[in-house]
């Protein structure tokens, strides 16, 4: 995750005059868990990475076995729980399981399309003390029905939304990014600001589940710069007029540099602290600080790495199975210096961005370290000279099984 607002406010105070004082870099104690309790769902999303649906999946860990995971999590320093799914509300233990994990000390998100929020739980939303509520939109009214596949969505997503804000709950905007639905990111932004909404992320088309088999409607490069544009712009004038919110990207680590890219334009005299700074982030923390358990107990490098796993719960502690460098993937993720090829190997951006996102690379050429097809920055501006056929977002193309490479 990018967080935009962070960075922006810091820029903000050397502009103001403060000193450029490097801070001490921050190492999490654990990863952060994005955990999908079930698969089951009311929508049939286009993108949807888990590819849900509104069935019950056999073989879901059960409250008890959900504890003793919480209890491993807690003890190896995970320090933020992201609950999801499929719908987490679709759990019957949700909100047991949520309390459990706020009285143990974790960070506790709940990610959900919203539709289930209503005047009949939330109160007992309200009582759990979520962190953070993120709620899906692609968009208004007849656009977000077409991604939810159900008509009257979006109205029942904003009930949530506004059920969520007025009882005090931090909430946000879940956006995800794509040839569709580009245009409605203006609107989207407007709409924060009327419903006065606290947070707003925008990811990026990742490859996998649906989302993987929508590839061919991934932005193309000019309006992703045209997109990181407007949350820029959006973002910089709310820290000026004073306005509280966040905003946050995820899914290209590209993002960084390209704020580089803004900072020298607006604010050259400030671009070597601010390139310190994100050199510190370092950019794609997937096998690192970001990992993931699906509804079956399987542990992924991240949610979008379903068809890989490093190891199941229910037979291994997650604890064991995240510092296990014998999986070639993870040894990879783990290292200090990724063996990325292509333009990922040779970018001059390389320690902001990590190397971006390698599920991408892998959805479409079979290699988890060819380059990010999805990096929206040209040859000239990550200081890349070779000749090279550059991998395409379509047409789609898949080779061997990743498990069976030499990586």
């Not at 967080?3 to 999490?28: C, F, H, N, S, W």
């Amino acid at each position: 995750m990018f967080r935009i607002t962070q960075y922006m406010k810091e820029l903000d105070k050397l502009v103001k005059g403060a000193d450029a004082i490097l801070p001490p870099r921050r190492q999490p104690p654990g990863p952060v868990v994005i955990w999908n309790l079930i698969r089951r769902c009311n929508l049939t999303c286009k993108h949807c990475y888990s590819i849900s649906a509104d069935k019950d999946f056999p073989g879901e860990l059960d409250t008890q076995q959900v504890y003793n995971v919480l209890d491993d999590l807690k003890q190896y320093g995970v320090p933020v729980l992201i609950l999801s799914g499929g719908e987490p509300l679709m759990r019957k233990d949700i909100f047991d399981i949520s309390h459990r994990a706020r009285a143990m000390g974790f960070y506790v998100g709940l990610s959900t399309n919203g539709t289930m929020i209503s005047e009949e739980n939330i109160e007992q939303i309200a009582d759990v003390g979520y962190d953070y509520v993120g709620i899906s939109v692609d968009g208004v009214k007849e656009t977000h029905d077409y991604f939810r596949r159900k008509q009257g969505a979006f109205d029942e997503a904003m009930n949530g939304i506004r059920l969520c804000r007025d009882h005090g709950i931090k909430v946000g905007l879940r956006f995800t990014l794509t040839m569709d639905n580009a245009t409605e990111l203006p609107r989207l932004l407007e709409l924060m600001e009327q419903e006065n909404i606290d947070k707003f992320y925008l990811s990026h088309l990742n490859y996998a589940g649906r989302g993987n088999k929508n590839r061919k409607d991934d932005v193309v490069h000019q309006l992703t710069r045209d997109a990181m544009d407007l949350l820029f712009e959006t973002c910089w004038e709310n820290i000026q007029n004073g306005v509280e919110r966040e905003f946050v990207t995820g899914n290209n680590d590209a993002d960084g540099v390209y704020l580089l890219f803004w900072i020298a334009r607006n604010f050259p005299q400030h671009l070597e602290y601010m390139q310190a700074r994100l050199e510190q982030w370092g950019g794609n923390a997937t096998g690192v600080n970001i990992a993931n358990i699906d509804n079956l107990g399987n542990v992924h490098p991240d949610t979008f790495w379903w068809d890989y796993t490093l190891g199941n719960v229910k037979q291994r502690p997650f604890s064991e199975i995240w510092d296990d460098t014998s999986d070639p993937l993870m040894a990879g993720l783990k290292a200090e210096q990724r063996p990325l090829k292509g333009r990922c190997a040779q970018c001059k951006h390389l320690a902001v961005c990590g190397g971006n996102t390698r599920v991408r690379a892998w959805q479409l050429s079979g290699d988890p370290w060819q380059e990010d097809p999805a990096c929206y920055l040209s040859d000239e501006e990550i200081g890349y000279t070779g000749l090279h056929e550059r991998l395409q977002l379509y047409p789609y193309s898949r080779s061997g099984n990743l498990a069976k490479q030499k990586l």
